[in-house]
């Protein structure tokens, strides 16, 4: 199975994510949010492993910059729409593919513990 990494091709994290990667020679697709989006269903399929609320990047500017009508009462629902419709409130990066559950965020333990 491929591995591929999700996230904005200027995001700091994701350069770190890919950083990490290329120098230990992991091959891997990257999926630029800005370019291509994300679909309900994957967003969803990550969300069923790690959780709706760990996906949704509260701290960044565009999270911040969203209409105070969409930052309440937020639950699910909301949430992931919100994230199908502005792929910049998904926390950068994500990894999926050959391995057991989507990563999010970059930590080179965690990416060392989980990559072969």
Do not use: Q
């Not at 990550?46 to 937020?74: M, P, Y």
């Amino acid at each position: 199975m491929t591995i591929i990494l999700y996230g904005i091709r200027n995001c700091d994290t994701v350069k770190k994510a890919r950083a990490w990667l290329d120098a230990r020679g992991v091959a891997y697709a990257f999926h630029d949010y800005k370019i291509a989006g994300i679909d309900a269903a994957t967003l969803r399929a990550w969300a069923t492993c790690v959780g709706w609320e760990k996906l949704l990047n509260r701290a960044g500017t565009t999270f911040r910059a969203l209409a105070d009508a969409d930052k309440v009462d937020l639950d699910e629902r909301k949430a992931m729409a919100l994230m199908v419709a502005t792929p910049s409130l998904i926390k950068r990066p994500v990894l999926t593919g050959a391995i057991e559950a989507p990563l999010v965020g970059f930590s080179a333990a965690a990416y060392a513990a989980a990559l072969p």
